[in-house]
């Protein structure tokens, strides 16, 4: 299994552009985490899917973030428009039952 | 809201010394888990503790959860450069887990 697959690696954008990034996780996990990663506040949940369905996205910081998982093999989380506040590490997770969270190895968001 | 505090936040020490990182939180958690993570790439999970005073090894590293599940401690022994990195911790229920603040350790050759 490749694991949890991130892109892109490193996303450079300017103020008021649309940033989009993408996450596969692995076969089988019915659960997918999006997670924000910064020195200041550490790894912060942004919100969670199980079977798909959005369960809790009370971590999703305002309006201009929002994330979808048309199928069990994909999800985006999508920031419009992306404020310098925004720059981080951005991580996917996925996990099946019982077990612990795969990581992706994130996008670096550098907001301009 | 729950939080998990970790300390030390930062550790410096040489190859073959001993060490302890500590995880605390005032929440009960029905599992723990401890995950380290290197620079440019995610979080890996090392262990998942679900019993209070469960004590799990993995080689060089001890593992205990607390009695009342609030607290957890990694324990070290003779660390190597490999084991640099960032420790955290993560406590959960049946959907999701929260993460602790983080320990930075550095292991000097």
């Known amino acids: 299994d490749a694991g949890v697959i991130q892109s892109p690696r490193h996303e450079v954008t300017e103020m008021g552009q649309e940033v989009t990034l993408r996450c596969k996780p692995i076969?089988?996990?019915?659960?997918l985490f999006w997670y924000r990663q910064t020195m200041m506040r550490g790894l912060e949940l942004l919100i969670y899917?199980?079977?798909?369905?959005?369960?809790?996205d009370s971590g999703m910081p305002e309006d201009r973030f929002s994330a979808k998982m048309p199928n069990a093999s994909f999800s985006t989380l999508k920031i419009q428009p992306s404020e310098p506040r925004d720059s981080a590490v951005y991580f996917c997770a996925s996990r099946g039952d019982r077990a612990g969270y795969t990581f992706g190895s994130g996008t670096r968001l550098t907001v301009v | 809201t729950q939080l998990l505090e970790q300390s030390p936040q930062f550790l410096s020490i040489q190859e073959g010394e001993n060490l302890t990182v500590y995880c605390n939180s005032s929440s009960v958690f029905s599992s723990l888990q401890w995950y380290r993570q290197e620079p440019g790439e995610g979080p890996v999970l090392l262990v998942t503790v679900v019993t209070g005073g469960e004590v799990k090894k993995l080689k060089r590293l001890t593992f205990q959860f607390g009695d009342a599940r609030k607290d957890s401690s990694l324990h070290i022994t003779a660390a190597q450069p490999g084991d640099t990195g960032l420790y955290l911790c993560?406590?959960?229920?049946?959907?999701?887990?929260?993460f602790g603040t983080g320990t930075r350790l550095k292991v000097l050759a």
């Open positions: 993560a406590g959960g229920g049946t959907y999701k887990y929260i």
């Open positions: 899917f199980n079977n798909n369905v959005p369960i809790d």
């Open positions: 076969s089988g996990h019915n659960s």
